[in-house]
């Protein structure tokens, strides 16, 4: 899968494993503002496997700039067809305000594809994830109690969810406030988008 998206003076272009690409993911993730958040380190060759290994999953990978300079790194990914869901919890980036353009943007690609629900996992600590994902509407779901273990210490994990009714409710106030996401390109499968809840209710299924 690969997309690329524009955003006001954002661009969402997808993730290679070049250099230039390598390097600036090792520099983001090793910044210890942000390593401490995720769930393991990154070094160059797990990066250029981490590529060669996601060009066959079902997710979308993303550098993210701002007037063409790299300011960030992004993903849609799980992405799972059946259920019509996708994770984008994956992010990093050197311009706070890039995390509500990214989550936005995941939205509109996950619409465009056909998804129904988008959901994201974060480490219970990370209140700035949290209060950020609920002033964008999504709704805290579940406390996921040791999900992990990161250097010999098992952590909590708060996951969040959206569903496309949620979405739909939702989307014009936050293009108002940040803007519309153009999806320039996109190559990979799509989905029927699963019928409004009251379409289901009225056909008797509820």
Request: charged letters at 25%; proline letters at 5%.
């Amino acid at each position: 899968m690969r997309a690329v998206v524009k955003l006001r003076n954002y661009l969402w272009r997808p993730l290679s494993d070049s250099d230039a690409d390598a390097d600036f993911v090792i520099a983001l993730r090793s910044d210890d503002r942000f390593g401490k958040w995720f769930y393991s380190r990154v070094t160059r060759e797990s990066h250029r496997q981490f590529v060669k290994v996601a060009a066959d999953r079902p997710e979308l990978n993303w550098v993210m700039e701002r007037d063409g300079t790299p300011i960030g790194v992004s993903s849609l990914y799980n992405v799972d067809w059946a259920n019509r869901k996708a994770e984008c919890g994956r992010i990093v980036s050197l311009d706070p305000r890039a995390f509500h353009l990214n989550w936005l943007v995941s939205a509109v690609v996950g619409e465009a594809i056909g998804l129904n629900r988008l959901y994201l996992e974060t480490l219970e600590q990370n209140s700035i994830i949290a209060r950020g994902v609920e002033r964008l509407g999504m709704t805290r779901e579940g406390l996921l109690r040791h999900h992990v273990v990161r250097e010999g210490q098992p952590l909590n994990v708060l996951v969040y969810g959206m569903t496309r009714d949620q979405w739909d409710t939702n989307k014009q106030k936050l293009f108002d406030k940040f803007g519309t996401p153009q999806v320039i390109s996109y190559e990979g499968p799509r989905v029927e988008p699963l019928p409004a809840p009251s379409q289901l209710v009225g056909a008797g299924v509820g």
